[in-house]
């Protein structure tokens, strides 16, 4: 049986992850969508979980699956996806193959430098959280109204320097990535922008990379306008390697 774990974002939940589920289950891949540490009550209680708290639920989800299927897969988004990096770094062949969903190698410069100003001057003292931009995160209103439903509105300031430390975790071990993987991103997504597939690609060390950029989506694919068509792709991906 076929194993497909799906592993949604920082400040986010299982649920924002649906359209993917929907399109595996139906397939009978065997999925397993974690909810990660710290996640599903407020943004207290993700300002104080840390980037191993998130792997650690992680791989919880992989040993469970592995003692149920045969072959496991992977779908990450955003923060999710890091996380799948660092398991397949891990694990080999043991993920047969991976979907990185707006991947977050690098922040663009703006954004890293509000990081800098927010986390390396007194602001930090000051200012524990920052208010997430729904209507950059998601293209479609129909998706963006889920979105506001299914994830936090604010993103704590100790979430992102976790968020930060893992990226540079995952960037130390991408050559040992060598399963299968498709990245997939928006054209409008403002936290991982399309040039983040090639630092992913030009990293690991994997034969078969793919790369799927959507014209009218931004950085929550799974609900916007593409993401059917995202689910769609990530199956027909998996099913080359079954």
């Given at each position: 049986?076929?194993g497909?774990?799906l592993?949604?974002?920082?400040?986010s939940?299982?649920?924002?992850?649906?359209?993917?589920?929907?399109?595996?289950?139906?397939?009978?891949?065997?999925?397993?969508?974690p909810?990660?540490?710290?996640?599903?009550?407020t943004?207290?209680?993700?300002?104080?979980?840390?980037?191993?708290?998130?792997?650690r639920s992680?791989?919880?989800a992989?040993?469970?699956?592995?003692c149920?299927t045969?072959?496991?897969?992977?779908?990450g988004l955003s923060?999710?996806?890091?996380?799948?990096l660092?398991?397949?770094?891990?694990?080999g062949?043991?993920?047969r193959a991976?979907?990185?969903?707006s991947?977050p190698?690098?922040?663009?410069?703006?954004d890293?430098?509000?990081y800098?100003v927010?986390n390396?001057?007194?602001?930090?003292?000051?200012?524990?959280?920052?208010?997430?931009?729904f209507n950059?995160?998601?293209m479609m209103p129909?998706?963006?109204?889920?979105y506001?439903e299914?994830a936090?509105?604010?993103?704590?300031?100790?979430?992102?320097?976790?968020?930060?430390?893992?990226?540079?975790?995952?960037?130390s071990?991408?050559?040992?990535?060598?399963?299968?993987t498709?990245?997939v991103?928006?054209e409008?997504?403002?936290i991982?922008?399309p040039?983040n597939?090639g630092?992913?690609?030009?990293?690991?060390?994997?034969?078969?990379?793919?790369?799927?950029?959507?014209?009218?989506?931004?950085?929550?694919?799974?609900?916007?306008?593409?993401g059917?068509?995202?689910a769609?792709r990530?199956?027909?991906?998996?099913?080359?390697?079954a």
């Amino acid at each position: 049986m076929n194993g497909c774990l799906l592993v949604h974002g920082l400040t986010s939940s299982p649920g924002v992850m649906n359209p993917f589920r929907e399109e595996l289950s139906n397939a009978g891949f065997h999925v397993e969508a974690p909810l990660l540490a710290g996640h599903g009550g407020t943004v207290a209680d993700v300002a104080k979980s840390k980037w191993k708290d998130w792997y650690r639920s992680l791989r919880h989800a992989y040993e469970k699956l592995r003692c149920e299927t045969d072959r496991i897969y992977y779908v990450g988004l955003s923060m999710g996806a890091l996380l799948g990096l660092k398991l397949a770094a891990e694990e080999g062949w043991g993920v047969r193959a991976l979907a990185l969903i707006s991947a977050p190698m690098k922040l663009p410069l703006f954004d890293r430098t509000k990081y800098l100003v927010a986390n390396y001057t007194p602001l930090r003292w000051i200012i524990d959280s920052v208010p997430k931009d729904f209507n950059k995160s998601v293209m479609m209103p129909e998706g963006r109204e889920k979105y506001r439903e299914l994830a936090l509105h604010r993103m704590p300031l100790a979430g992102v320097r976790q968020f930060v430390a893992l990226q540079k975790n995952v960037k130390s071990t991408l050559t040992r990535v060598t399963s299968p993987t498709l990245i997939v991103h928006g054209e409008h997504d403002h936290i991982a922008p399309p040039w983040n597939s090639g630092i992913i690609e030009n990293g690991i060390s994997s034969d078969v990379v793919d790369i799927i950029n959507y014209s009218r989506s931004g950085h929550i694919v799974p609900l916007d306008w593409d993401g059917k068509e995202a689910a769609r792709r990530v199956l027909e991906f998996f099913q080359r390697f079954a």
